[in-house]
């Protein structure tokens, strides 16, 4: 270090020491005046999800599920799914498991390390309703993973709170309770269950789906389904979206195709 004895290098040493701690006691100030601030956009920022994590999926070999995929591949969004015959999956990325939505260790293997789940499970032919069951146990492995976010499918027939259904929307309605009354009940219960949890849940609502890769103007609305029929490519964008989106957190909005 050289000769300190000298009072010139002192006093540059000395200089250098005092400088050193004004600089400390600055930024020290300066990180408690903006700590209220920081906290407050780290809490923001807690409010979007990651998505280099990847994504739960059920129902992903489906006539909409396909069209889900398909985009999650194209935003190079990481992904599970689960499937009940391994066989049936097309697509050359993912991570598969096998296994029945009705099957609460299905669920769990699944959505280990996940930040969120989508569903756009179908009901099984000849089989009792799935779908209340299902969401019962992707619910109990969100409690468990500590998981916030699910998004789901399900028809018009389901009732909420702010309903104001048009004429339309009410036949298509009652057309389901009388020709499907045990999925459509089923289907009821399933929100039910969503609405007494304290997941960040967004069940869609759905008229018609077109499976194809048309994309045309949608609209939403919580009260009435805007239009008879949505295409598949038009839904998976949407569904995708509201991983980020929070604007339907805890709602069940209606989606439907317009045309302009």
């Known amino acids: 270090m050289g000769d300190l004895s000298s009072p010139r290098r002192s ?14 006691v600055i930024a020290k100030d300066f990180a408690s005046s903006r700590q209220p601030e920081l906290i407050h956009h780290l809490s923001n920022k807690k409010r979007f999800m990651p998505l280099n994590r990847k994504i739960a999926i059920i129902g992903g070999t489906g006539k909409s599920g396909n069209f889900v995929v398909r985009e999650l591949i194209l935003r ?16 050359p990325i993912g991570e598969l498991v096998q296994g029945d939505a009705r099957d609460p260790e299905a669920i769990l293997k699944l959505s280990e390390g996940c930040s969120a789940i989508i ?31 699910y998004i789901l499918t399900t028809g018009l027939n389901v009732d909420t ?19 499907f009354p045990e999925t459509t009940a089923d289907k009821q219960r399933e929100y039910e269950l969503l609405a007494a949890s304290d997941a960040d849940w967004t069940l869609v609502r759905l008229p018609l789906i077109g499976l194809t890769e048309n994309s045309e103007a949608t609209e939403t609305s919580l009260e009435n389904c805007p239009g008879t029929g949505i295409h598949g490519t038009d839904l998976a964008r949407f569904l995708l979206d509201q991983l980020n989106g929070r604007e339907y957190i805890r709602q069940a909005p209606f989606l439907a195709n317009i045309s302009r």
């Open 11 to 24: 006093f540059s040493y000395i200089w250098l020491l005092k400088s050193l701690f004004k600089i400390i």
């Open 76 to 91: 190079n969004i990481p992904f599970r799914i689960l499937l009940r015959n391994a066989a049936s999956y097309s697509h």
């Open 119 to 149: 569903s756009t499970l179908g009901q099984p032919k000849g089989e009792p309703s799935i779908f209340s069951q299902a969401t019962a146990n992707v619910l109990a492995a969100m409690r468990v993973w500590n998981i916030k976010r």
């Open 161 to 179: 709170p702010p309903d104001n259904k048009g004429q339309v929307t009410q036949t298509g309605t009652k057309w389901m309770k009388e020709h």
